[in-house]
Structures are given as C-alpha cells and as structure tokens.
C-alpha cells in the first residue's frame, strides 16, 4: 500500500544499516518469507498477520528486504515462486477483509472500484471499468472470467467480494514481479550470504519439483525448446497462453505421461481449477468428449503463436516438436534413458 511505502521512506534506511544486530529479526523474517515461497506456498499463503507493533514493523520492513534479496538472487523461478506467494497470501488475506477495505486496496492499484447500491443488482459488490477486469483476467483460462459470462453495464463489470480478491491477486501478482526488476550489483557480505543460501535451496526445488513432476519413462532433456520454454514457465506457477498450454499438454501425454501425470504436474499454475484443468486434460488425452487424443501443433503454428521462439539444431525441416523430441532423443547418453526402456520391457 502506499502508506506502508511512505512510511518506510520515512526512516530512510540505508542498506549498510542492515548489517547492525537490530535488523536481525527483520532479515530473518524476510529470508523466510522466500524461503516459505520456495518450500511450501500453500502453506505460506495461510500465514496469519502479526499482532503486535513490534511484529507488525518487521512484517512491514521484511516486504522491501525480501523484494531485495529476490532481485539479487536474481533467478527466474525464484522471483516467479516469491511473486505467486505474496499475491496467494494477500489474496488469503482478503478474504476476510470488509468490502470497504478491498475497496481501499483495489484503488490503491488505481482502479477507480465503486461499491454497488442498488438492490435489484444486491447479488454484486463492485463495479469495475472493464479495462481493469481485461487487464487482470487476462491471463485466466476459466471460462467464468470470459467477459461475456459478467454482467457489464455503461462499461463497469459487476463483480462479488471473492472475484475482486482473485483479480487483486493477479494485480498483487504483476506489482511484486515489477519489483523484482531490479538490478541490484552487490550487497554487504551478510546479505549476500542470505542470497546464496536462497539460490542453493531454489535449485533444490526446481530439480525436486521436476523429479516428482516427470515420471522416468520420459526424457526431459530431449524436450524441444519450445516445449521446454512453456514446461519452465508453469513449473514456476506463471500462467501460459491457452495455445502454449494446449501444445505442453498434448505433448506430454503424446511422449508418455499420463492424464493423471499431467494433471498433477498443472496444479503449480496460479490459476488452477481441478475441474476444469481434469476435464481439459482427459479431452486433450481422449478420454473425454469425442474421444480423439490430439497430438501437439505443428511447429508451424507454433510460431505463428510465438511459442517457437529459439529453434535447435534438431528442429531443422522439422514439422512437429515430437519430430525434434524422437531426434534429440538419439543424443541422450543411454543410462538416462535406461527407464523409458525398462517402461518398454514391462510394457511387453
């Protein structure tokens, strides 16, 4: 919020103050905060707000610490987790908030949010311009949140108490990563030891995520580079385009994961839905609707879309990613691909 920044400006900390004993607590507090990001964002998310003034102060100045030792760190996943994590958390928050304290934070994105008095349209809370429903909405694939299924009058989106919160998430969202842009070159050595260990337990996650994501039989360092681009963006919990989506999803069950594989590996997106990310996935795998399993998109629609954006050497005269996958395949040392054979011998 705006008045939390300008009473941090207040102070006007520098950053050699950090090294004295009295911000201990506060460093602490914000290398836990990306730490929970990283380890368990559920978790995270559930995280009750302090309540005592000490506490409150160093929940307040941890926010800007942490922003600082993500954008040091300066490692995609680590800043795509952390940005998912406060926006999860706030949205959480929220929800037990008042409509008039959403209405406070809503314009403090400047949304130019009203509250809804009219008691034929009771059902909703808000109206909002409907340029800040599409910029916020955007990126969900629920087909609730398509602009034809919401009540729009002389160009204001009415809206309920919970669907204002999702979309101050997504806005919360954006704001952290905006943040996170910073380069920062070099910080005192206790910081930096904070950044490093930060680094180490985010590749940790990363490679435990895509050991528990990725069953053996298939061979993730033979995924094509535009299969490769959309995998690293969900793992992060960044949403993707519905084409991007689409071609991920039915390349994966095309090279050996099960629906029920996949289904699992999408529960990292920010805007997951089990329902409707299930029935997606068992339509694209042919085991719902009309019973055809669709195989990825030609690489030339995928250009079209601009998922195809770095092609290999492997991609050359190749008119699908499964074609690159199959060649790439050919360069991967047999040990690691010893359980896609193993997966065969059983399968005979």
């Known amino acids: 919020m ?21 911000f201990v607590p506060f460093l602490d507090r914000a290398e836990k905060r990306v730490t929970d990001a990283l380890v368990d964002m559920a978790k995270y998310a559930e995280t009750e707000p302090r309540d005592n003034p000490r506490e409150n102060e160093i929940e307040l100045f941890s926010f800007p610490i942490a922003v600082m030792l993500v954008s040091a760190a300066d490692e995609s996943f680590i800043k795509s987790r952390y940005a998912l994590a406060e926006a999860k958390r706030a949205s959480a928050l929220l929800q ?14 400047g949304w130019n949010v009203r509250l809804v008095d009219d008691f034929v349209l009771a059902h909703y809370v808000f109206a909002l311009p409907f340029p800040v429903f599409l910029r916020n909405a955007t990126g969900f694939h629920d087909k609730n949140w398509k602009l034809v299924n919401h ?53 940790e996650k990363a490679e435990q995520i895509r050991l528990e994501q990725m069953p053996d039989r298939v061979v993730m360092d033979a995924f094509p580079s535009c299969i490769k681009g959309v995998y690293d963006r969900v793992s992060a919990g960044r949403p993707a385009s519905h084409m ?19 289904f699992k590996f999408f529960r990292s997106v920010s805007d997951f839905n089990e329902r409707m ?12 609707g009309s ?13 079209t879309h601009g998922i195809c954006v770095s092609p290999e050497p492997e991609c050359f005269k190749a008119v699908n990613p499964l074609v690159c996958y199959k060649r790439k395949l050919q360069n991967v040392p047999e040990e690691e691909k010893q359980p896609e054979k193993e997966s065969a011998k059983e399968s005979d």
């Open 2 to 22: 705006k008045e939390a920044a300008e009473h941090v400006r207040e102070l006007g900390l520098d950053i050699t103050d950090l090294e004295s004993d009295f």
């Open 96 to 109: 037990s908030e008042e409509k008039e304290k959403l209405l406070q934070v809503a314009n403090n994105f």
């Open 151 to 203: 009540l729009l009058i002389d160009g204001d989106v009415y809206l309920t108490g919970r669907e204002v919160g999702r979309l101050l998430e997504e806005e919360v969202r954006k704001y952290v990563e905006g943040r996170l842009d910073t380069k920062i070159k070099s910080l005192p050595p206790n910081l930096m030891a904070r950044v490093t260990r930060l680094r180490q337990l985010a590749q």
């Open 244 to 262: 991007g989506r689409f071609a991920l999803t039915s390349f994966m069950l095309s090279v050996g994961m099960s629906a029920e594989d996949v």
């Open 277 to 288: 990310t299930r029935y997606q996935v068992e339509h694209i795998a042919g085991s719902k």
């Open 291 to 303: 019973g055809t399993k669709y195989t990825p998109p030609n690489c030339s629609t995928l250009r």
